[in-house]
């Protein structure tokens, strides 16, 4: 039925001997060295290249004029949001609670 507690203070794991993995003795395919300082992979370099490091407003799809943020991260143009948040208090990306907004220097 139970073990008897005497049982359980004599406790032994299982010997596991000559016992591995299914994966051990099998090389991988190939290799990847990410301490090497090589050259960028080309579309690392493309994605980077795209980001031109200014941001538009999901609002009004131009660049950001005044730009503040949500509690919840997202940003926007003052006046976007000013006009967003008159009509409800949610956030017009992902619809959280929003009672404030905090202006930001990008």
């Not at 730009?67 to 208090?89: M, N, R, S, W």
């Not at 949610?90 to 990008?106: A, E, G, Q, S």
């Amino acid at each position: 039925m139970f073990p008897s507690w005497l049982s359980l203070l004599h406790w032994k794991p299982l010997k596991m001997e000559g016992l591995r993995r299914a994966g051990d003795g099998i090389k991988p395919l190939d290799t990847i060295d990410l301490t090497t300082t090589d050259e960028e992979p080309p579309v690392v370099r493309l994605l980077s290249d795209s980001n031109s490091g200014y941001y538009l407003c999901p609002i009004c799809k131009s660049l950001l004029d005044q730009p503040v943020t949500t509690t919840c991260g997202h940003i926007f143009c003052k006046e976007c949001l000013t006009t967003a948040l008159d009509q409800l208090h949610y956030c017009p990306l992902c619809k959280k609670f929003v009672m404030d907004f905090f202006r930001i220097y990008i």
